[in-house]
Every structure is written in structure tokens, then in C-alpha cells.
């Protein structure tokens, strides 16, 4: 960390990570099989089954709403379906153009891929204008939102709340979606746990387990 008041840096005993796995391995996979378990029971109790598509899932096709994704599936009946609702932001400077390309609707696309073929993904592709996003900010989310202190805040508050919403185009035949889904399922809080951002990768790779 950074003290500024004395501009030094000070030194944090963080404790370094394993080189290698530990051994015995068992107490590591017990650990894995309990935690899966955990998520599962939170994910059961969270989601309802009925003939229509009533769960849906804010899905960016990272670790984390693709375990949410996986575990929806386990605990649904098959021909329930479920929602995957990605939201993107216009990322073109250029005024009349759009472009909805961003980082997370191309894993989303791709995480479809690796899903239960046997279950039936309505993946909802929501594209929000700056104009859009600029007006839905100052009439509503900035009131909803809190705290609203920092860049991610706002983000993150922005993405609920324009996938709450549930509309936008559906991925498999381009036309309008609204989705009735009555439980959205986000992955938020489980960074540590899922390890599903690249700082962790880079982690592992200089530092090992």
C-alpha cells in the first residue's frame, strides 16, 4: 500500500503463495468438492421451475457466470429454459456509428459453446447507446445506486441495471427479446473464490499455487 501523507512505500507481510501444489492433495479437492456443494445449495434455493424462462442470468461469459450458468442447469428441469443476459456499452468514438463488440459479449459468445447442448439458452444480447446509457444514468441509476464513489460503482450499477430490464436481441435468430425471467442470477463476490480475472492468472503463472 501507499502512504501519501509520507510518501513512502510500506511494506505489507503478505504471505507468498505455494510454488507447487500441496501434498497430500486430498484436503485441497475435499475443499473444491465443499465449495461446489455451497454454490449449488445457494443456486437451488435461488431459482424457480416452470415451463417458461423465469431465470435469468447477468452473463459476461467469465468463470463466474459460467459456473452460475452450469449450476442453474444442474438444478433446473431440462426443459426449463434459462436466460443469459449480457449487457455491452457502445465503445465507438465515432457519432452515428456503433459498436457492441466489447471483450464481454465475445466470451459470452463463445461460453455458449461450452454449455449443455440438451438445454435451451436464450442468450439476450442488450446493446446500450451512450445516449442511452447517458440518460438512464442521470434520471435514474445515479439515485440508486450506493455508494457511488468510484468508476466500478457506477459501472457495475449501469450493467444491473440495464439487465434487470431484460430487453434486447436474441442471440440465435437477431430479433426482439424481452425476457420474463422473475430471478437474476449475478456472480458478483465470488473473484476470490472462481479466480476468473487475468491478475489471478498472472499470479499463478509467476508465483505458482
Partial sequence: CFNISQSKRLKVP??????SLPSPIQ????CS????????????????????????????GGIDSSVLAALADKCLKPEVEIDLINVSFDQSSHSG?????????????AALEELNPNRKWNLILVNITR??????RTQHISHLIYPL???LDDSIGCALWFAARGNGILYSTGTAYESQCKVLLVGMGADEQLCGYSRHRTKYQKTGW
Avoid at 484436503?27 to 475435499?30: N, T
Avoid at 445516449?131 to 438512464?136: G, P, R, S, T, V
Fill in 33 to 60: 468438492k465443499q465449495l461446489l456443494e455451497l454454490l449449488e445449495n445457494a443456486v437451488r434455493k435461488r431459482v424457480i421451475s416452470s415451463s417458461k424462462a423465469n431465470i435469468g442470468i447477468l452473463f459476461s
Fill in 14 to 19: 503478505f504471505i507468498s503463495l505455494n510454488k
Fill in 97 to 109: 456509428l456503433h459498436d457492441f463488440n466489447t471483450p464481454d459479449r465475445q466470451t459470452s459468445i
Fill in 131 to 136: 445516449e442511452e446509457l447517458h440518460y438512464m
Fill in 149 to 151: 464513489n468510484t468508476v
Fill in 27 to 30: 484436503p485441497v479437492l475435499d
